[in-house]
Structure formats: C-alpha cells, structure tokens
C-alpha cells in the first residue's frame, strides 16, 4: 500500500487560514497579549508553524 497525498478538506483550510491570521496580527501587528513570557512575535511565529502542521496534515492523511 502506497502513500498518497490528497488536498486538504475546506475546513482544514479554514482553520488554516485563521491562525496564519493570528500569525500576521502577533509578528506585523503586535496585537496578542504576552502569553507565559511570550511576546507577541513569538506567538505569531509559532501560528505560522501551527499553521502549516495542520495543512500538511490535511494532505497526507484523508479526511482531514
């Protein structure tokens, strides 16, 4: 059985897409709050990685 690559769902996009938001708003906008000694840059940076875990996510596993 090979491994296939499919297209991330709408809602993995979505969800995605929402925390690159929260991603531009921390590093660009210094927007979110310090969280646990976290600046708001860092808290975007780390979106951003969340955010393409959950899309590589969608593509290599079906349903999702």
């Known amino acids: 059985m090979g491994r ?3 297209a991330p769902r ?3 996009i979505i ?3 929402v925390v690159t938001l929260v ?3 921390g590093t ?3 927007a979110l709050p310090m969280i646990a000694g976290a600046s708001s840059e ?3 940076i780390l979106a951003y990685v969340i ?3 959950i899309l590589l ?3 290599f596993f079906r349903r999702i």
């Open 51 to 53: 955010a393409t875990i």
């Open 10 to 12: 709408l809602e993995t």
């Open 28 to 30: 660009f906008g210094h």
């Open 23 to 25: 991603g531009v708003l």
């Open 15 to 17: 969800v995605a897409l």
């Open 42 to 44: 860092t808290l975007g």
């Open 57 to 59: 996510i969608g593509v």
């Open 4 to 6: 296939t690559q499919h």
